[in-house]
């Protein structure tokens, strides 16, 4: 069964930081951009960091350039988020997802169940 578990989410106060990790299992996704979303309660899903699958080129959103940094290891078939500097507008259910890239979820066709980060002011 291919799939994607995020790990790493939890509460930190404002300023703080967290990491996150999403593994892949079912398939290699070295082929695949893998791309971090995040969805606030009341909230539409949006971008927040991605990294293609070839050249390791990453992107971000404005609202956390600087501050977060997206990895990947091909041999493990894992990502990871590293949040830094974090503020209660953060606060979100975040999710990894494997596509074809960009910044829209319509490119990314498979899905983790998200995990929770909340920040605290």
């Known amino acids: 069964q291919v799939q994607l578990t995020e790990s790493g989410g939890g509460l930190v106060q404002a300023g703080g930081s967290l990491r996150l990790s999403c593994a892949a299992s079912?398939?290699?996704?070295?082929?695949?951009?893998m791309g971090w979303f995040r969805q606030a309660p009341g909230k539409e899903r949006e971008f927040v960091a991605a990294?293609?699958?070839?050249?390791?080129?990453?992107y971000y959103s404005a609202s956390v350039k600087g501050r977060f940094t997206i990895s990947r290891d091909n041999i493990k078939n894992t990502a990871a988020l590293q949040m830094n500097s974090l503020k209660p507008e953060d606060t979100a259910v975040y999710y990894c997802?494997?596509?074809?890239?960009?910044?829209?979820?319509?490119?990314?066709?498979?899905w983790g169940q998200g995990t929770l980060v909340t920040v605290s002011s």
């Open positions: 997802a494997a596509g074809a890239g960009g910044t829209s979820r319509s490119f990314y066709d498979l």
């Open positions: 079912g398939r290699t996704f070295s082929s695949v951009t």
């Open positions: 990294i293609s699958r070839s050249t390791g080129f990453a």
